[in-house]
């Protein structure tokens, strides 16, 4: 084989030799960290709470791919209404920037928050609460617009999830 002096390629020197295949360069498929890791998050705090005889609701507040703030319910330990899991992961969240305001934040629930923990959230000014489980009773969203008129809500995702652990809950509690 004759050895060349100069490139007959045509190549220009100033372009890449290989240019990256777009179809591979997903973006979700680099991101570990979707809403899907974080409702699980949301879903083991749910547990947690199960565990302790707590209702399983389960929280966790996030700011991209960092981890603000979690926390289940609580109100049967603490002998505190207001001991929500929203309430508690808010709480760290805020503690955790220093700040009360949770504008570029996300709530990630199992279960539709109550008009009192939307309350919180309007204050908190969360960017987006997405929650798991519809509550036709006790959910903020029967009663209008109660959230940051800012705030991005997505129910239902992972709907059934969170519906079956409360589901198994309630069951396990009536047979006793």
């Excluded at 001991?83 to 539709?112: D, R």
């Amino acid at each position: 084989m004759p050895i060349l002096l100069h490139d007959t390629s045509g190549h220009r020197p100033d372009r890449p030799l290989f240019q990256p295949f777009e179809p591979f360069l997903n973006v979700a498929m680099l991101n570990p960290f979707d809403d899907a890791h974080w409702m699980r998050q949301a879903l083991n705090q749910a547990l947690e709470a199960r565990d302790a005889g707590e209702v399983p609701v389960g929280a966790v507040v996030v700011m991209g791919q960092t981890l603000l703030g979690k926390g289940h319910n609580l109100t049967e330990r603490l002998h505190d209404v207001t001991a929500h899991a929203e309430m508690q992961a808010i709480t760290a969240a805020s503690n955790h920037l220093g700040s009360k305001y949770l504008t570029e934040a996300t709530l990630f629930v199992t279960l539709e928050p109550c008009v009192m923990c939307a309350g919180a959230l309007y204050w908190s000014q969360i960017g987006r609460v997405v929650w798991g489980a519809h509550d036709p009773k006790r959910g903020f969203s029967r009663h209008g617009p109660l959230l940051h008129p800012k705030t991005v809500i997505e129910g239902g995702f992972m709907a059934q999830e969170s519906a079956d652990l409360l589901q198994a809950f309630f069951r396990a509690r009536r047979r006793r």
